[in-house]
């Protein structure tokens, strides 16, 4: 399963603390039991939350462990979050997140049913839990200089990597 979190901040100048913190917290999260990948992104796509982490995790099990709990969420800046950027949802469709290198983008779709893309091949999630924000999430990873990564538009973003992906072996 994919689990997807999506956030931005109302005070763009701690924006380079923020990610300081967030680079810290995927490293903890990759410590929790059934959590096995997690990479973060940036947007500048407009109408999209600006920043997405994506994991890989065993089930939805995962969140109700009491390690998960003790360590999950946005501690400190959850008030410091956006409410229209702040999103949370487990996608099934996945065993495994892909991980995105430095050269591609990660071209993410929201739509009520799976839907073509002009110039991008979809992967297609079904949503399966928490937010469920959208019902159908297409995910693609593309090279970040071929004809997909002009995708932005309408309910498709295109999200550069900006942590290494992290998984477990």
Same mark, same amino acid.
């Not at 994991?55 to 109700?64: H, P």
């Not at 229209?84 to 290198?101: I, S």
């Not at 893309?117 to 979809?122: C, E, F, K």
């Given at each position: 399963?994919?689990?997807?979190?999506?956030?931005?901040?109302?005070?763009?100048?701690? +924006?380079?603390?923020?990610?300081?913190?967030?680079? +810290?917290?995927? &490293?903890?999260?990759?410590?929790?039991?059934?959590?096995?990948?997690?990479?973060?992104?940036?947007?500048?796509?407009?109408?999209?939350?600006?920043?997405?982490?994506?994991?890989?995790?065993?089930?939805?099990?995962?969140? +109700?462990?009491?390690?998960?709990?003790?360590?999950?969420?946005?501690?400190?800046?959850?008030?410091?979050? &956006?409410?229209?950027?702040?999103? &949370?949802?487990?996608?099934?469709?996945?065993?495994?997140?892909?991980?995105?290198?430095?050269?591609?983008?990660?071209?993410?779709?929201?739509?009520? &049913?799976?839907?073509?893309?002009?110039?991008?091949?979809?992967?297609?999630?079904?949503?399966?839990?928490?937010?469920?924000?959208?019902?159908?999430?297409?995910?693609?990873?593309?090279?970040?200089?071929?004809?997909?990564?002009?995708?932005?538009?309408?309910?498709?973003?295109?999200?550069?990597?900006?942590?290494?992906?992290?998984?477990?072996?």
């Amino acid at each position: 399963m994919i689990f997807m979190s999506q956030s931005g901040l109302i005070d763009a100048g701690r +924006e380079k603390e923020w990610d300081a913190w967030y680079v +810290e917290h995927l &490293r903890i999260m990759m410590t929790v039991p059934g959590i096995s990948s997690a990479q973060r992104f940036k947007t500048d796509s407009p109408g999209h939350s600006p920043s997405l982490a994506m994991y890989t995790i065993a089930s939805a099990a995962v969140f +109700e462990d009491p390690y998960y709990q003790s360590v999950r969420g946005m501690g400190d800046w959850l008030p410091l979050i &956006r409410k229209q950027h702040y999103r &949370r949802n487990l996608f099934e469709g996945l065993d495994q997140a892909p991980d995105v290198a430095e050269d591609c983008v990660l071209i993410v779709a929201d739509h009520d &049913r799976p839907a073509e893309v002009p110039g991008v091949a979809l992967i297609w999630l079904k949503c399966a839990g928490i937010d469920r924000s959208t019902p159908y999430r297409g995910i693609a990873v593309v090279k970040s200089d071929g004809a997909g990564a002009g995708a932005a538009r309408g309910n498709t973003a295109v999200y550069r990597p900006v942590t290494v992906g992290a998984t477990q072996r």
